[in-house]
């Protein structure tokens, strides 16, 4: 059975603190994407990685950066977290091409106080 | 301008009733289409693939009009478990970059 696993499903954090979200696919996937999803707003991308170390800014990268060192590993590091921040966090994974589905982790809620 | 746009609904209708929910993308390059189902505080999931010839599976039609730039999904003889949150998803086709609407929100009334 695929899966991606996100390190959690809550978290809380003060303004200014560095946060880092961590995804783990097992199915060997080349792509990985963070996005962040919002009322009314929808899913929009932050980042996505299209092979280890290579990286690709999205929609909205402004205040968050990513680093892929493994295939099967993509994390989103938000420098200095701000209340705007505040979202649900989805990783997900697509074989290479994108043609194929995209695989979504759980999801981390992230509230920033 | 958005990449992808949906009507956000909500649409409540009854069991067994037969409802279609439209999205228009506006880049005519782009290549593959879906349709993914988000129930509740729940990662979205992919519901069906949208061909150009159209395609069914059980009670859900899925069809993609190239020449209008818009994708539709249409349910029959809705259950309660239908209910959902339907995503349209464009692929460019270069960048691997998905695009996603905005979601439409479905409820089926017993």
């Known amino acids: 059975d695929v899966k991606v696993t996100q390190s959690s499903r809550y978290l809380v954090k003060r303004t200014g603190e560095k946060v880092f979200l961590e995804c783990v696919q097992d199915?060997?996937?080349?792509?990985m994407f963070w996005y962040r999803q919002d009322p009314g707003l929808g899913l929009r991308l932050i980042y996505f990685s299209y092979d280890v170390k290579m990286k690709e800014k999205g929609d909205i990268p402004e205040g968050y950066s990513v680093s892929r060192e493994k295939k099967e590993r993509f994390s989103l590091i938000l420098e200095s977290a701000s209340t705007n921040q505040t979202s649900m966090y989805l990783c997900?994974?697509?074989?290479?091409?994108?043609?194929?589905?995209?695989?979504f982790g759980p999801g981390t809620r992230l509230t920033v106080t | 301008r958005k990449e992808v746009e949906q009507d956000p609904g909500p649409f409540n209708v009854p069991e067994g009733a037969t409802v279609a929910f439209n999205c228009t993308y506006s880049?005519?390059?782009?290549?593959?289409f879906f349709w993914y189902r988000q129930d509740c505080r729940k990662e979205p999931k992919l519901l069906m693939s949208?061909?150009?010839s159209g395609n069914e599976d059980g009670r859900f039609t899925a069809q993609l009009n190239r020449a209008s730039q818009y994708i539709s999904l249409l349910i029959r003889d809705s259950k309660l478990s239908d209910s959902a949150t339907y995503l349209c998803v464009v692929n460019e086709g270069w960048g691997n970059q998905f695009y996603f609407g905005t979601g439409t929100s479905l409820t089926v009334i017993p």
């Open positions: 997900a994974s697509s074989p290479a091409g994108g043609n194929g589905e995209q695989y």
């Open positions: 199915m060997d996937h080349e792509n």
């Open positions: 880049n005519s390059a782009s290549q593959s």
């Open positions: 949208v061909y150009s």
